[in-house]
């Protein structure tokens, strides 16, 4: 699989799934008030700003992956890049606590994408 920890897209697993099912007609819940902690073990600043970018690497090839049927995904790449933006002038970073950027999310959305691209390409 392309998709999730160790794979060359990295995350995402779990979201090309729940697109997979909703796209195949199955109920899919939004629970906006349930919390999921990951309690991966990652400590200091090198992990979690990699973490960060790992996500959005995933996300930004699951995009491109479900563009033609689910295009609606592309709001939230549309929304980082309106963030990065406002940032640019001022604006809140994407967690203010962690110093984390919405500039990362962008970036690493389109490198996302074209790994998703180069692996479709080369047939893998």
Not at 25 to 41: K, L, N, R, S
Not at 67 to 83: E, T, V
Not at 99 to 122: D, E, Q, T, Y
Request: with cysteine; charged share 25%; hydrophobic share 45%.
């Amino acid at each position: 699989e392309r998709f999730g920890a160790g794979g060359p897209l990295r995350s995402a697993e779990d979201t090309d799934y729940l697109v997979r099912a909703m796209l195949a007609g199955m109920a899919v819940e939004y629970v906006p008030d349930m919390t999921i902690f990951h309690h991966h073990g990652r400590r200091g600043r090198k992990a979690i700003d990699r973490l960060h970018r790992d996500y959005h690497f995933g996300n930004g090839a699951l995009c491109l992956k479900h563009f033609r049927w689910a295009p609606w995904l592309l709001r939230h790449f549309y929304w980082a890049a309106r963030a990065a933006t406002r940032e640019l002038i001022g604006g809140p970073r994407f967690d203010q606590d962690l110093r984390l950027s919405h500039w990362p999310i962008v970036l690493m959305n389109l490198a996302g994408a074209a790994k998703f691209m180069a692996l479709v390409l080369a047939g893998r």
